[in-house]
């Protein structure tokens, strides 16, 4: 028959120790833990993008923060967005040849009234036709007052993969002269891969909304105004993620660009027209 032992009151008294060690430690762990959850409450930031070490801007570098938003974005209180330190937004206006987004006028009356610098924004669609792309687009501005370069986004993701590069570039230029022509000022949104596809080689002199998630020094080799440095950013008045930008400069290098580029509205809806033909070049014909 195995014997038991008593406890003796050293052991106990030990054992007593060690629970009240344990008990501090978890303890301890829990205000770290509140801590840090009202540390990211009271910043907005989630605590898996906080974990995956996502770049925070140096503001006295780069004083001038902006977002851009879509029907996605639902409703938006732009002035609690304009108190909470932001000066601009670009508003999704359009998509391709026929898509207009639902939100763009709310978004647009809204963000005015609120004192943010407003621009708009087209999806391109790879493989629709450049021209009837610019006709929605301008469709969609009318007459409103922009303070910023109408954007056409270029990106590979949702898009036609189809396409080869050479026809999208067509379609893109294309886009680009008509609405150039019309004396719009233009800024290109895309990538690093799409600044190699249709920008580095082709395009001079083009205003750039680079999408890059590196700090601004780090991307000094591309020459740009405008940096999307996040897509799960938190900011008053938007209810969860929306995305963050950055203009490359100061604010003395703001205010001058904003003085060159102010776009010039447009004065009514006729758009041109565009045919591609059989050698695969784009035509622009004021007739059609």
Known sequence: MKKTTASTPESSARKRKILKLVLAGLAVLLVAAGAVLYWAYKNRVDIQHWWRGEIVIDRNKYPIVG???SAHNGDIDFNKVKADGYSFVFIKASEGEDYQDSKFSTNYEKARRAGLKVGAYHFFRKKTDGLNQAKNFL???GGRKLDLPLVIDVEDWSNDDQIKDERTQKHLDAMLDNLRSRGHKVMIYTNGDGYKK????GQININLWLCSFKQPDRIRHIPHQMQQYSHWGRVKG???????NVFNG????WLKWLEDLTPIQLDNNQIDSTLINEQDEYIIDDEL
């Not at 938007?238 to 963050?244: E, T």
């Not at 100061?250 to 290098?253: C, L, T, V």
Request: a negative charge; zero cysteines; glycine letters at 4%.
């Open 139 to 141: 469709e969609m501005v």
């Open 67 to 69: 977002i851009d938003v």
């Open 250 to 253: 100061n604010e003395q290098q």
């Open 238 to 244: 938007i209810w969860g993620d929306v995305d963050l």
């Open 198 to 201: 249709y920008i580095k080689n």
